[in-house]
């Protein structure tokens, strides 16, 4: 047995600490670690895909070159990133700095793509070659009102694979009476009920003392319009709502 003293156990010492920073977090020669930290819940020595858990689950992006441009559909897989040049990116992509979030397995991909510089969210989903949402962008689309209404009324689309809806809300100042009903809105192209029939839900309308409940409905597709539930009454000087319709489908 060697005898040990104080050079020889120091060297020891250095040997072994070389060895195990080699694994812990080890950098290869682009400095890029290799191996996942040692945390305090958890030993080093991670494989690829245990490296990939922990990085989403404390949402850490990987920074992109800035002077590269990446295809987000075939440069990006699961995970967070970060950079300003891409193809198949959305129609409102300006070069900004964005941050892109990859989730999903395999042949189900979910892609959320957020412009940082205002927050803008576009999103897409693709189930391998027979669905492919496109990139949309659920951003609040202003509603132009009708017949002396005014305040806000906004309008959007909802799409994901179990899912082709809009949603409205609204919150408008004027007289509604009794009597027939009357329209309030007009809907934009693009963000019709594709229902022919009239899709009703209700609402609240403010009167003097309170609120009472207001019937609301989506007929022609696009025309929103409103009527008292109860007759007589209070005048009516301000009406509220929100409804989520499944398009094609007569019920909310």
């Known amino acids: 047995m060697k005898k040990m003293n104080l050079p020889i156990l120091g060297g ?31 030993d080093g020595f991670q494989s690829a895909f245990d490296k990939l858990m922990v990085d989403q689950r404390c949402r850490r992006a990987t920074g992109l070159q800035a002077d590269k441009t990446y295809d987000i559909l075939k440069d990006l897989g699961i995970g967070y990133w970060i950079g300003r040049n891409f193809t198949n990116a959305p129609k409102g992509a300006d070069g900004s700095m964005s941050l892109i979030e990859v989730t999903g397995w395999e042949d189900y991909l979910q892609y959320n793509f957020t412009r940082l510089t205002d927050g803008r969210t576009w999103t897409r989903t693709i189930y391998t070659d027979t669905y492919d949402t496109g990139w949309n962008d659920n951003v609040w689309v202003k509603v132009v009102t009708t017949n002396g209404f005014t305040g806000h009324c906004a309008v959007r689309k909802v799409i994901d694979p179990s899912h082709d809806a809009i949603e409205v809300r609204f919150s408008l100042k004027g007289t509604l009476k009794a009597g027939d009903p009357i329209d309030i809105a007009t809907l934009p192209n693009g963000y019709t009920t594709l229902d022919p029939n009239a899709i009703y839900f209700n609402g609240t309308g403010a009167v003097a003392d309170g609120s009472v409940p207001v019937g609301f409905y989506i007929h022609g597709g696009n025309k929103l319009g409103a009527y008292r539930l109860e007759k007589g009454g209070e005048t009516i000087s301000e009406l509220r709502g929100f409804a989520h319709i499944e398009r094609g489908d007569s019920t909310i």
Do not use: I, P
């Open 12 to 42: 020891a010492m250095r040997k072994l600490m070389a060895e195990f920073y080699g694994h812990k977090g080890a950098r290869n020669s682009v400095n890029n670690l290799v191996h996942a930290t040692a945390t305090e819940d958890q």
